[in-house]
């Protein structure tokens, strides 16, 4: 069951006019609530958007046509200074908490027959002048959900051989 769910989800950049229920929105995010985090510090915050004025802003900041027509984008956020360290090396573990978050945020989607898309590709530093963020907080990705429009196209993966080694 698990091996279809990630199987059936991809990174969708066509929705539908349909708008999300809020059923579906809040299930996603609990979903999303549950995740784990390195020492359970939860150094993350997500904003859902679901506004026009607030949606134009996130189009300043990427620019692609596509997005225009996701009802609903999440925004990812990041904590480092709550995130924990490791302490041999320094390595902080915000982005990796926040990857396993927003993994939970794709699933869940997919989950309820909803369109999603990791985007990090987007001017973050303009992103955060013109966006509202809370204190503190860093813009990692945005998600955006909505039906899709389009079906998924041909997963091409490595081999086993290729990923694991001995």
Known sequence: ??????????????YTDRPIEEEKLR???????????????????FIVIKDQPRLDLIYNAYAREWIRNAPVIVVCLADRQNAWVRPS????????????????????AAE???????????D???????F????????IAL?????????????HRKNMADIMAE
């Not at 320094?90 to 945020?105: M, Q, R, T």
């Not at 309820?112 to 987007?122: A, P, Y």
């Not at 973050?124 to 013109?130: D, E, G, V, W």
């Not at 955006?144 to 997963?155: I, V």
């Open 1 to 14: 069951m698990f091996k279809e769910l990630c199987t059936a989800r991809y990174s969708c950049r066509n």
């Open 27 to 45: 299930y996603i995010m609990e979903c999303v609530r549950l995740a784990p985090s390195a020492v359970n510090r939860q150094p993350w915050r």
């Open 89 to 108: 090396d320094g390595k902080n573990h915000a982005d990796i908490d926040l990857a396993i978050a927003i993994e939970h945020l794709v699933l869940a």
């Open 112 to 122: 309820q027959g909803l369109g999603s898309c990791w985007v990090c590709n987007f």
């Open 124 to 130: 973050a530093p303009l992103f955060s002048q013109t």
């Open 132 to 139: 509202p963020l809370p204190e503190g907080y860093e813009p």
């Open 143 to 155: 998600v955006p959900l909505g039906y899709a429009a389009d079906q998924p196209s041909e997963k």
